[in-house]
């Protein structure tokens, strides 16, 4: 339900750093993470843990339903 409807790429704050969400995905931990670059290098982080920007990009809602639910 996360991966459909969020707008792939959008700016947020990674680790005190700008850095670029392009996707979504799921471990084999079924643990959802969001994959994003910073200066040309690919990280992880997981989707909990990820600071959504304000504006929130299309989807984030999502997001939000699923750390309430995860509460």
Not at 43 to 69: H, K, N, S
């Amino acid at each position: 339900m996360i991966d459909e409807p969020l707008k792939r790429r959008f700016q947020s704050s990674v680790h005190r750093m700008t850095a670029t969400v392009v996707n979504v995905d799921l471990t084999v931990n079924r643990e959802i993470i969001a994959i994003f670059r910073r200066d040309g290098h690919k990280q992880t982080i997981a989707i909990l843990d990820l600071p959504l920007p304000v504006p929130q990009p299309d989807g984030a809602q999502w997001i939000e339903a699923y750390r309430g639910w995860n509460r």
